[in-house]
């Protein structure tokens, strides 16, 4: 995957080039994620607590009515690997994954395929971590690029 391939697939351009790099970098690696440098690890962990606090402010507006217990848990099941791994596939960053990695991961190719036959597959097999963590580090190097930018995340998930 290239740089310019993914600013296009997300509509966002960078200001901080290394971030994608590193994203790029990581997808490009190898579908196991294993030789993930601390940055690709940093962007991941950041990636899923902004996802986090993105729905819980969509929630919380849509919502007003539900309860902090009853907030946690849609959180929580719109965050899921589940989610996030359906997320990836829906919007291709798994093709590129697929294309880019030295050893494509047979699991990863079975859930995209019946993600693409119908999304009610996807709670019929295990899902791939490393989708939902893709998902996650994009979103981390969007959130870290954007100042730390809520709302520009905000838009650009949504």
């Not at 798994?94 to 991961?105: A, I």
Request: hydrophobic share 40%; charged share 25%.
């Amino acid at each position: 995957m290239e740089v310019k391939e993914l600013e296009k697939l997300l509509r966002y351009r960078f200001r901080d080039p290394q971030l994608v790099k590193d994203v790029v970098q990581l997808i490009n690696s190898s579908s196991s994620f294993s030789s993930k440098t601390s940055q690709q690890e940093r962007l991941k962990f950041i990636g899923h607590e902004a996802l986090g606090h993105v729905f819980i402010k969509l929630l919380f507006k849509r919502f007003p009515s539900l309860t902090p217990r009853e907030l946690s848990l849609f959180r929580a099941a719109n965050t899921s690997t589940e989610k996030l791994a359906m997320i990836a596939v829906k919007h291709g960053f798994c093709v590129f994954l697929l294309q880019n990695s030295p050893t494509p991961d047979d699991k990863v190719s079975e859930f995209i395929d019946a993600i693409n036959e119908s999304p009610d597959n996807a709670c019929l097999m295990k899902t791939p971590k490393v989708l939902a963590d893709m998902v996650e580090s994009i979103v981390g190097a969007v959130y870290v690029d954007t100042g730390y930018n809520l709302e520009i995340l905000w838009n650009l998930l949504f």
